[in-house]
C-alpha cells in the first residue's frame, strides 16, 4: 500500500542505548519530515529534509540525527537515548512542502528507561 | 515563532450534536492544516484550507486570515469522530507550527 511506513511501533530502550527509527515513503515525495508528540502536545519538528542529501534543523533537534540518502528514506537515529526522548514519533512526507498532501506514518512510540 | 492557540482543549459530546472549533494563530499564515488524530494514534488530513470555506460531508472548515483564526466544524458527530483535532500552520517556511489539540470523545 502506498503511503509512510514506520517501524518499529513501539520500543523500550535502556538510557545511554541507541537505535534507529525508519521511515519509508513510496509516493515519490520530496519533503520529509520527523515530529516527536508528548502527552498533552501538538507535534513538533524534529529534522526535516527537502531532498535527497538535505537536511536541517527543526524546533527540538537535540539528541537525533537523520540521514537522507535517497528519497524513499529518511531514518531518525538516537544515539545516547535519555529520559526526555520518551516519547511518540511520527515521519510525515508531502511533494511539495505546502502541506496540501501531507501524509503521516502510524508512529513510533519509544519509552526510554 | 508564531503561536497557535487551539479551543477548547476537551469536548465530550453527545452523538448527533455539533460542535465548532477553533483555531487562533498570532501572525499572517501561508498554510493552514486541520488534522484528525484518531484513537489509535493515526494522523488523517482534514482540511488545507488557508483562507476561505470547505466542506466534506459532515465536516466544514473556514478560515479568516485576516482575523488570524479558523473554525472547524463538525455536525452530526459520531463515535468515530473521537481523537485529537489539530491545526497547523506556517508562513511558507516548511515549518509548519501545531496547536496543542482538541480532544474530542464522542459518547453513543
Known amino acids: 500500500n502506498a503511503g509512510v511506513t514506520q517501524t518499529p511501533k513501539f520500543r523500550i530502550l535502556k538510557i545511554g542505548q541507541s537505535m534507529t527509527l525508519q521511515c519509508t515513503q513510496d509516493m515519490n515525495h520530496n519533503y520529509m519530515y520527523w515530529y516527536r508528540q508528548d502527552p498533552g502536545m501538538g507535534l513538533k519538528l524534529i529534522y526535516y529534509?527537502?531532498?535527497?542529501?538535505?537536511?536541517d534543523k527543526g524546533e527540538v533537534p537535540n539528541g537525533y540525527n537523520v540521514s537522507r540518502s535517497t528519497t524513499e528514506d529518511f531514518p531518525l537515529r538516537l544515539e545516547l537515548a535519555a529520559p526526555s526522548q520518551t516519547s511518540v514519533y511520527f515521519c510525515?512526507?508531502?511533494?511539495?512542502?505546502?502541506?496540501?498532501?501531507?501524509?503521516f506514518g502510524q508512529g513510533t512510540r519509544l519509552t526510554v528507561v | 515563532g508564531i503561536q497557535v492557540e487551539q479551543s477548547p482543549p476537551d469536548l465530550i459530546l453527545q452523538e448527533g450534536a455539533n460542535s465548532t472549533l477553533r483555531c487562533n494563530f498570532s501572525?499572517?499564515?501561508?498554510?493552514l492544516q486541520w488534522f484528525h488524530q484518531n484513537p489509535w494514534g493515526q494522523l488523517i488530513n482534514l482540511f488545507y484550507?488557508?483562507?476561505g470555506t470547505k466542506q466534506n460531508g459532515r465536516l466544514s472548515a473556514t478560515t479568516v486570515a485576516t482575523e488570524r483564526y479558523s473554525l472547524l466544524y463538525i455536525s452530526s458527530s459520531q463515535t468515530t469522530d473521537s481523537g485529537v483535532y489539530f491545526c497547523a500552520v506556517d508562513r511558507g517556511s516548511y515549518i509548519p507550527t501545531f496547536g496543542r489539540g482538541t480532544s474530542l470523545i464522542v459518547h453513543p
Open positions: 484550507i488557508p483562507s
Open positions: 501572525d499572517s499564515v501561508n498554510n
Open positions: 529534509s527537502v531532498g535527497a542529501g538535505i537536511t
Open positions: 510525515a512526507s508531502t511533494l511539495s512542502g505546502s502541506y496540501t498532501e501531507a501524509f
